[in-house]
């Protein structure tokens, strides 16, 4: 199946500082991949989408501008958490569609703790 | 607004019998539906999927049905094995096309005694 891949896969930051997580589509193209938070024992809540070559579409109560999504490249998609607190504190996960045989089917990538002190 | 729940947080089961997840949604527009499955600080896994035109798709032990009108699918894991232990989403769409984006239920964390 399709390979998308995250980076760091891990990470421990100060509060306030600025931190970013790769998302790359390994061996296959997407014009569109979709960013994910999960807090513990809860169930993974849509933060945005991100659209190849132009602005994401964030959904209610996401701040943009906290949040801010670069989808440069086909194979590759940005999620910059900027000035971090600890209840940013979360496991992001981005995936990207793949259409096969009935239908559209999302892959994940392995996610990123993100711990803010 | 949960639009999809998965009322029942965890599940026990015997391995080698059946394991029945079920999931529930609110929103007619859902026209696609997913299974994944997902173990501790990794990304979820596609189980199985499945069409608003059809009531049952089966992959091997796996096998989703759902019910329209009842707005309900349920995932059937026959047997069950010690390796299937892991916390189970069940997701929706509106349109199966590849920019179709995926609400989540909270999760079914599954767990098969040897």
């Known amino acids: 199946g399709a390979v998308v891949s995250q980076h760091p896969s891990w990470v421990i930051c100060k509060s306030g500082t600025s931190v970013k997580i790769e998302c790359r589509s390994l061996?296959?193209?997407?014009?569109?991949m979709f960013w994910y938070r999960q807090f513990p024992k809860q169930s993974l809540m849509l933060m945005a989408t991100?659209?190849?070559?132009?602005?994401?579409?964030?959904e209610q109560g996401v701040e943009k501008d906290k949040f801010l999504i670069n989808h440069a490249s086909l194979t590759l998609s940005t999620l910059t958490v900027t000035s971090a607190h600890p209840e940013d504190s979360s496991f992001y996960i981005c995936?990207?569609?793949?259409?096969?045989?009935?239908?559209?089917?999302?892959?994940f990538g392995p996610g990123t703790r993100l711990t803010v002190l | 607004d949960q639009q999809v729940k998965q009322n029942s947080p965890s599940l026990s089961v015997q391995e080698g019998r059946i394991s029945i997840l079920n999931c529930d949604y609110t929103?007619?527009?859902?026209?696609?539906f997913l299974w994944y499955k997902k173990y501790p600080a990794e990304g979820p896994t596609f189980l199985i999927s499945?069409?608003?035109?059809?009531d049952k798709n089966e992959d091997g032990r796996f096998t989703v049905f759902l019910n329209k009108s009842a707005k309900h699918l349920s995932l059937h894991i026959v047997p069950s094995q010690p390796g299937d232990s892991a916390v189970y989403f069940c997701?929706?769409?509106?349109?199966?096309?590849?920019?179709?984006?995926?609400?989540f239920g909270q999760g079914t964390t599954l767990q098969v005694k040897p």
């Open positions: 499945i069409s608003s035109i059809k």
């Open positions: 929103n007619s527009m859902f026209d696609y």
């Open positions: 995936s990207a569609p793949v259409w096969l045989a009935g239908g559209n089917e999302q892959f």
């Open positions: 061996d296959f193209q997407a014009t569109t």
């Open positions: 991100s659209n190849e070559g132009s602005k994401a579409t964030y």
């Open positions: 997701a929706a769409s509106v349109g199966s096309s590849n920019t179709g984006k995926l609400i």
